[in-house]
């Protein structure tokens, strides 16, 4: 992906609102994720992905400092991509009920 505008950040992914901001100065991948209202329930903020003009891909990049033009994505959490909508407690309830229906067959 190309981003062409070299005095704004662009922050996309899984936050409230994904939007392009001015730069500032001295700002972090961090500070632009709060400018877009935060990461939703489903986005890693651990995972923060930068990418930089000249194509270089940062990884884990929360806490780095914010050159302009670069864009910050923020990636689905893992729990989010394998359990989907439904929460981390429902999954393991679902599995251990699982779990003891089938012992309760080989009974």
């Not at 990418?51 to 729990?79: A, H, N, Q, S």
């Not at 309830?93 to 003891?100: D, F, H, P, R, V």
């Amino acid at each position: 992906m190309e981003y062409d505008n070299a005095n704004k950040i662009l922050v996309t992914g899984f936050v409230n609102k994904p939007a392009a901001h001015y730069f500032r100065p001295g700002f972090s991948a961090k500070d632009y994720i709060a400018l877009s209202g935060g990461s939703l329930d489903v986005g890693s903020s651990k995972r923060v992905r930068i990418l930089k003009k000249d194509g270089r891909i940062i990884k884990r990049g929360y806490d780095k400092i914010i050159e302009p033009g670069d864009i910050v994505d923020i990636p689905e959490t893992f729990g989010s991509i394998i359990f989907g909508n439904t929460g981390f407690v429902q999954a393991l309830t679902s599995i251990a009920t699982l779990m003891l229906a089938y012992q309760a067959t080989l009974r």
